[in-house]
């Protein structure tokens, strides 16, 4: 059944966007024969755990977070309760020793930059391979009463993580806190957005041949009419990133490499 079908035969009252359900489908298809751990951050009258525990295999655990004490009494049909705050570090650390990786995280909760950011950066490293980091409403990063737009907005923390998987690549970059060896992909749907996780396809990626005789290849014109090109061809400048530690040289360093990369780009 579907998850907009199972929607519609909750009990009580609920509430969800329409257009949620054709990604939920997309993406929890492949987990729902399994047995999984699936978390939900905001239990609210817990009708949507109760869609949750309908859609996955029996065996799965279903566990909600909400902040709201109340919520511990929708601890029922196998459905387990944490109370705590989802933009408290201690919790999530308390949260994951307790129950080790988790296979989904569904961010229902507050919505706000913090909330959803901790909430982020405390649960990738704790999701197994090939599970979902996934993260609702996220049109609040454009809302006023959120605080929003600000620099530090959620979605504009999800574009410096787009930065950090593409820091993978050697030499273009770190960020003192990186998530890269954890998220493999992002997916950005309408007020959604999803982390794939897996630490085994973050690895460095290296070029690979087909054959070890390559004298067939013909000349690559990328770099065919200009000297600077050629530098940035042959490598020139990465020979001496070794000076790099020296501040003055490296000034330097950063200053003619950034100038050999702007007058190649114009
Ligand atoms: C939108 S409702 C959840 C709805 C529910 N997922 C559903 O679909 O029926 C948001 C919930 O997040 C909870 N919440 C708000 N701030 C929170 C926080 N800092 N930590 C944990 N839960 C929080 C609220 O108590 C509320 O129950």
Do not use: A
């Not at 569904?106 to 982020?120: A, R, S």
């Not at 992909?185 to 959604?192: D, G, K, N, P, R």
């Not at 090109?229 to 490598?235: G, V």
């Not at 990465?238 to 490296?250: A, E, P």
């Amino acid at each position: 059944m579907s998850t907009r079908e199972l929607f519609l035969q909750s009990k009580g009252y609920t509430t969800k966007w329409e257009k949620y359900f054709d990604v939920y489908d997309g993406v929890f298809e492949k987990f729902k024969n399994k047995k999984i751990t699936f978390v939900e951050v905001g239990v609210l009258n817990g009708e949507s755990l109760q869609m949750w525990r309908k859609y996955f295999n029996p065996d799965s655990r279903i566990i909600g977070i909400d902040f709201n004490p109340e919520c511990k009494k929708f601890e029922k049909n196998g459905i387990e309760i944490f109370i705590g705050d989802q933009s408290d570090d201690k919790f999530w650390d308390e949260f994951y020793k307790k129950i080790g990786k988790i296979d989904i995280l569904l961010d229902d909760g507050g919505h706000t930059n913090t909330q959803q950011i901790i909430t982020t950066v405390k649960s990738l490293p704790n999701i197994n391979d090939d599970g979902i980091l996934m993260i609702e409403d996220t049109h609040t990063s454009y809302m006023q009463e959120f605080g929003n737009p600000n620099k530090y907005s959620f979605i504009n923390f999800t574009k410096k993580i787009i930065d950090d998987v593409n820091f993978k690549y050697p030499n273009l970059g770190n960020f003192k806190v990186s998530l890269n060896n954890y998220v493999y992909s992002i997916q950005y749907f309408e007020s959604i957005v999803i982390f794939h996780i897996n630490t085994k396809k973050t690895n460095i990626n290296k070029k690979i041949k087909n054959k070890s005789i390559d004298n067939d290849i013909i000349t690559d014109f990328r770099y065919h009419d200009s000297i600077v090109p050629k530098l940035l061809k042959n490598k020139i400048i990465y020979k001496f990133r070794y000076l790099k530690k020296y501040s003055f040289i490296k000034f330097c360093y950063n200053f003619i490499s950034k100038l050999i990369i702007y007058s190649n780009n114009y």
